[in-house]
Every structure is written in structure tokens, then in C-alpha cells.
């Protein structure tokens, strides 16, 4: 038992990034008590909600297949250039950019990501 709690510990100090999500589901699960605490008379979401985060997932993967493939055929040197060296120089020991650069590289990308899914979300 100590042995399996460790192991789960180890995984969340090393995938921290996922505790948000049974953060959230709580939350979900305990909005409807909330809620109606605060007012007696509201509705909550149902489960289905669940199913836009998920077709906005699939959607998201699909949409991203399909532009690398578009690259890919329309653009090869372009997706060389995206797959090889853009991927090299993003590397930690590899000093050809800066730690700033890296990082606004990285952090621009993540905003990308995110307000893509985010504008997914709302189209469904």
C-alpha cells in the first residue's frame, strides 16, 4: 500500500501538469451542492457537457493532422525545416538560441494550443 502511494506521488511530481483535471471533475462534482446553496433554485450541466471537451479534443487532433500533412505535401522544406532543425535547436544542450528564445518559442506555441482548443470549444 506505502509502495503504491509513493508510485502515485513520484507520478504526479513528474506529470503535475494532470493533477488539474481531477481538480476540475471535483469541482464539476461538487458545483450542483454549491450551487444550490448559494441559490436554491438553480440547474447545473450534466454530464454531456463532458462531450464538447471531448469533441474539441478530436476535433484538434484531426485539425492538426491535416495541417502537418498540408505542410508536408505543399511545404516539404518548410516541414524539414519545422521537423529537423526547429526541433534540434528547441533542445536543452543545443546552444544555437538562447534560453530566451527557447522559451518564447515554447510559451508562444502553448498559447497557440490553447487558444485554439478554447476557440474549438466555442464553435460547438
Do not use: C, H
Not at 509513493?6 to 481531477?22: A, C, R, S, V
Not at 462531450?51 to 505543399?74: A, C, D, N, P
Not at 530566451?100 to 460547438?124: C, G, M, P
Amino acid at each position: 500500500m506505502l509502495k503504491t502511494i509513493k508510485k502515485i506521488g513520484n507520478f504526479i511530481l513528474k506529470w503535475n501538469e494532470l493533477i488539474t483535471i481531477p481538480i476540475a471533475f471535483l469541482l464539476w462534482y461538487f458545483s450542483g451542492t454549491f450551487l444550490r446553496w448559494l441559490d436554491p433554485t438553480s440547474a447545473t450541466y450534466d454530464a454531456g457537457i463532458f462531450q464538447i471537451i471531448l469533441f474539441t479534443i478530436i476535433q484538434f487532433f484531426i485539425f492538426s493532422g491535416i495541417i502537418w500533412i498540408y505542410i508536408k505535401i505543399t511545404f516539404p522544406k518548410v516541414y524539414k525545416y519545422l521537423d529537423d532543425v526547429l526541433g534540434s535547436n528547441l533542445d536543452p544542450q543545443n546552444q544555437n538560441m538562447s534560453q530566451w528564445e527557447k522559451s518564447k518559442v515554447v510559451l508562444w506555441l502553448f498559447s497557440l494550443f490553447l487558444s485554439t482548443i478554447v476557440l474549438l470549444a466555442r464553435v460547438v
